[in-house]
């Protein structure tokens, strides 16, 4: 259960329902555990723990006037001033009480099958992410096999830094949302993933909400996200679940967990490059998914999703917001 302060919060505690509380990322992951389906176990780093972060060095004052500074459409100064609040993060230390619970939690999302605590992927979750407004899909930092008590710590402030860098100030600031910005946090067991797979519930481009759209390639899903990697492209009828395109990409590069930690860019298998990544069961299982959540939501979603042999797991969700 989370202590008084409530610096972590478990991922199917109710109050990971509160978007306040423990950001955008992680609410709609607590909707999604709510609902039954297969989500990592996971904590949620709250705004609380944020906050005090803030305040016990001597941020909160210094980042609201840099932030008043932020000029739209001035590139050069964002990029100066997220390095310089990049770096100032990183030069302050996590106060002992906020690591220590982070810590307590890393060995807890472990505890039911494993000694051990084991590899974890470390995803920002601030309060307007991944909102129907604004879904910074792409803007904040993952940071994935992340190994290590000391390691998950320092992956948390790297991921609250990262609603300041350049590519959310950019963001931010085309959207009005400048001003101050609450980070939370989620730290989630990893998938040892043989494949991944992005699915929009509508076509993001064209608008089409007649069909699921799915990228999958092998290995873990960053590869598509980052864009590093030609995925295989499925779009799936939502009337009658029947794939109506099946695009095999040439998958050179694979996103792969190393052993020491972190990830690297590996050159899959040549007899892999041209396979399909996903199963045609599967790519149905993936729209059906994606289309009992547009359900549910009422608005179209957008999944990332990865299978460890024939087991799914959902590792985020986020509306849609470009259609």
Not at 31 to 57: D, F, K, Q, S, W
Request: overall charge negative; charged content about 20%; aromatic content about 4%.
């Amino acid at each position: 259960m989370p202590r008084g302060q409530w610096f972590i919060v478990p991922l199917a505690h109710r109050q990971s329902f509160s978007t306040s509380l423990v950001g955008g990322k992680a609410a709609q992951l607590a909707e999604l555990v709510n609902l039954g389906l297969p989500v990592p176990r996971a904590m949620c780093i709250t705004t609380a723990a944020y906050r005090t972060y803030l305040r016990e060095n001597d941020l909160e004052a210094w980042l609201q006037q840099v932030l008043q500074t932020v000029v739209p459409g001035d590139y050069a100064g964002i990029v100066a001033t997220s390095r310089d609040i990049r770096e100032r993060f990183a030069a302050s230390p996590v106060p002992s009480a906020i690591a220590d619970e982070i810590v307590d939690g890393y060995h807890e999302i472990h505890r039911v099958d494993s000694v051990e605590p084991g590899p974890v992927a470390v995803r920002s979750s601030a309060t307007s992410e991944d909102s129907r407004a604004a879904s910074f899909a792409g803007q904040c930092e993952t940071k994935l096999n992340v190994r290590g008590e000391e390691a998950v710590v320092s992956a948390v402030v790297g991921c609250w830094g990262s609603i300041h860098s350049e590519r959310a100030l950019l963001y931010r600031a085309r959207h009005g949302l400048l001003g101050p910005e609450c980070a939370a946090g989620v730290v989630q067991r990893l998938v040892p993933a043989d494949r991944g797979a992005v699915v929009f519930s509508a076509n993001p481009v064209d608008g089409d909400q007649s069909s699921v759209v799915i990228d999958a390639t092998w290995g873990l899903g960053e590869a598509i996200v980052s864009g590093r990697v030609t995925p295989d492209h499925y779009v799936v009828s939502k009337s009658d679940l029947g794939i109506r395109t099946r695009k095999i990409g040439r998958k050179e590069v694979m996103t792969a967990a190393l052993p020491e930690g972190g990830t690297a860019d590996l050159p899959v298998p040549v007899e892999l490059r041209l396979a399909p990544a996903l199963e045609d069961e599967q790519a149905v299982e993936l729209a059906r998914l994606a289309i009992s959540l547009e359900q549910v939501r009422r608005h179209p979603v957008d999944l990332e999703c990865a299978y460890h042999g024939p087991k799914l797991a959902v590792l985020q969700c986020r509306p849609v917001t470009t259609l």
